[in-house]
T-cell receptor
Framework: GDSVTQMEGPVTLSEEAFLTINCTYT??????LFWYVQYPGEGLQLLLK?????DKGSNKGFEATYRKETTSFHLEKGSVQVSDSAVYFC??????????????FGQGTTLQVKP | KAGVTQTPRYLIKTRGQQVTLSCSPI?????VSWYQQTPGQGLQFLFE???????NKGNFPGRFSGRQFSNSRSEMNVSTLELGDSALYLC?????????????FGQGTRLTVV
């Protein structure tokens, strides 16, 4: 079945450092891809999404490009802030489920940004 | 515009009991999905409802059930609770259903089974 694999955390960076969180997926068909962020004690918030190959999703300085040839959707940010500290989840829509919104998530990557 | 509201936020139950969790979606949203989040298994899909009909179900035992009402509010029920059911249960709502639909998540209900 479809699956998502994220790089293991935690990832610890200094403020203003460059961030990359790797995400690769296995899927039949053409899923949509998402990055969600979870702050402590909160639910998930959609950070960005891409619905087809070569699409670039971007939001709040974060961006990710849907790469079908490498089945990847890596999250990047040029300069992280302490407020970016959170858990980041890569997800795909389950194309195998006929016309439903079911999401399949990676295991999450904890990001800690130090001042 | 109010977000997705889940009640209660925290719950402590004893093994063998049953529990009902509630989710009120964003106004106008007709689809509600439920996920279980645990440190070991991560985020796992439980089920999805659209217009009071279950559209999809994850790989969970029959002790886990849900329903959706005509106002799109949803409940999930877990019977005969086990220690392993301790988790954060997240509800997500969306306008419709389909793979491009954006899901909005609530803050979750933290269930502890003792």
């Amino acid at each position: 079945g479809d699956s998502v694999t994220q790089m293991e955390g935690p990832v610890t960076l200094s403020e203003e450092a460059f961030l990359t969180i790797n995400c690769t997926y296995t899927a039949t068909g053409y899923p949509s891809l998402f990055w969600y962020v979870q702050y402590p004690g909160e639910g998930l918030q959609l950070l960005l999404k891409a619905t087809k190959a070569d699409d670039k999703g971007s939001n709040k300085g974060f961006e990710a490009t849907y790469r079908k040839e490498t089945t990847s959707f890596h999250l990047e940010k040029g300069s992280v802030q302490v407020s970016d500290s959170a858990v980041y989840f890569c997800a795909l829509s389950d194309h195998g489920s006929s016309n439903t919104g079911k999401l399949i998530f990676g295991q999450g990557t904890t990001l800690q940004v130090k001042p | 515009k109010a977000g997705v509201t889940q009640t209660p936020r925290y719950l402590i139950k004893t093994r063998g009991q049953q529990v009902t969790l509630s989710c009120s979606p964003i106004s106008g949203h007709r689809s509600v999905s439920w996920y279980q989040q645990t440190p070991g298994q991560g985020l796992q899909f439980l089920f999805e409802y659209f217009s009071e009909t279950q559209r999809n179900k994850g790989n969970f035992p029959g002790r886990f059930s849900g329903r959706q009402f005509s106002n799109s509010r949803s409940e999930m029920n877990v019977s005969t609770l086990e220690l392993g059911d301790s988790a954060l249960y997240l509800c997500a709502s969306s306008v419709g259903t389909g793979q491009n639909t954006e899901a909005f998540f609530g803050q979750g209900t933290r269930l502890t089974v003792v």
